[in-house]
T-cell receptor, first 115, second 115 residues
Framework: AQSVAQPEDQVNVAEGNPLTVKCTYSVSGNPYLFWYVQYPNRGLQFLLKYITGDNLVKGSYGFEAEFNKSQTSFHLKKPSALVSDSALYFCAVRDFSGGYNKLIFGAGTRLAVHP | ETGVTQTPRHLVMGMTNKKSLKCEQHLGHNAMYWYKQSAKKPLELMFVYNFKEQTENNSVPSRFSPECPNSSHLFLHLHTLQPEDSALYLC??????????????FGQGTRLTVV
C-alpha cells in the first residue's frame, strides 16, 4: 500500500528564515505526491504536486518542494518564512489500488513561524 | 473558495439524534470523498464515490451512512453516534480519469460534536 510519513509533529522557524517540512514516501510504481495546508477551522488547501520529470516543484504562496527519488523524499520548502505561514501541513500520495483513486495523507506537521 | 461547499459548518448533536452532513461541488468532478479528521490522528478516508457508485468503505461503523444522489452532491447521514465520533468531517472532490495526477479539492469541513 502507498503511504507517506511526516517525521516531525511540529517545526518552529523564525520569520524570515528558510523553512523545511519533511515528507518521505513508500510507493510501488511511480509516486504521485502532493502538499496541502490547513489553516485553523478550515479545510485543506492544495499547495503543489509532483509532476514526473521535474524534481523541483513550485506551488502557491512561494512554497516549493523537492522530489528526491534516491531518498524517497518530497520535502516542502520556502526560502523566507512568514508568520502567516503558520498552519498544519499535510503530505499526501495518490493510491490507485482497488481500481480507483484516492489520496492517502500523512499525520501532518504543525508549522509555527515566530516573529 | 475551492468550489466545494459543506453545510453545516458546526453541528452539536446528542447520541440519540439523527442528522445529515451535506456536501456540494461546483467543479464538474466525478469523484467525491468523506474524510474524518480527529485531533492528533491522520486524516481517515471514510468513503469514496466514483461516478456516483460507492467504491470504498474503510470499515466505517454503520452509524455513518453515505448517500450520493448525483455527481455533485454527497451526504453523510448520522445516527446513534458516540462521543468519540466528534471530529472535523471533510468532503473532497476530484476528477478521475484513470491514473492521473489530479489534486482533490476540499470543503471547509463540518465540526461535529457529539454530546
Amino acid at each position: 500500500a502507498q503511504s507517506v510519513a511526516q517525521p516531525e509533529d511540529q517545526v518552529n522557524v523564525a520569520e524570515g528564515n528558510p523553512l523545511t517540512v519533511k515528507c518521505t514516501y513508500s510507493v510501488s510504481g511511480n509516486p504521485y505526491l502532493f502538499w496541502y495546508v490547513q489553516y485553523p477551522n478550515r479545510g485543506l488547501q492544495f499547495l503543489l504536486k509532483y509532476i514526473t520529470g521535474d524534481n523541483l516543484v513550485k506551488g502557491s504562496y512561494g512554497f516549493e518542494a523537492e522530489f528526491n527519488k534516491s531518498q524517497t523524499s518530497f520535502h516542502l520548502k520556502k526560502p523566507s518564512a512568514l508568520v502567516s505561514d503558520s498552519a498544519l501541513y499535510f503530505c499526501a500520495v495518490r493510491d490507485f489500488s482497488g481500481g480507483y483513486n484516492k489520496l492517502i495523507f500523512g499525520a501532518g506537521t504543525r508549522l509555527a513561524v515566530h516573529p | 473558495e475551492t468550489g466545494v461547499t459543506q453545510t453545516p459548518r458546526h453541528l452539536v448533536m446528542g447520541m440519540t439524534n439523527k442528522k445529515s452532513l451535506k456536501c456540494e461541488q461546483h467543479l464538474g468532478h466525478n469523484a467525491m470523498y468523506w474524510y474524518k479528521q480527529s485531533a492528533k490522528k491522520p486524516l481517515e478516508l471514510m468513503f469514496v464515490y466514483n461516478f456516483k457508485e460507492q467504491t470504498e468503505n474503510n470499515s466505517v461503523p454503520s452509524r455513518f451512512s453515505p448517500e450520493c444522489p448525483n455527481s455533485s452532491h454527497l451526504f453523510l447521514h448520522l445516527h446513534t453516534l458516540q462521543p468519540e465520533d466528534s471530529a472535523l468531517y471533510l468532503c473532497a472532490s476530484s476528477q478521475e480519469t484513470g491514473r492521473t495526477n489530479t489534486e482533490a479539492f476540499f470543503g471547509q469541513g463540518t465540526r461535529l460534536t457529539v454530546v
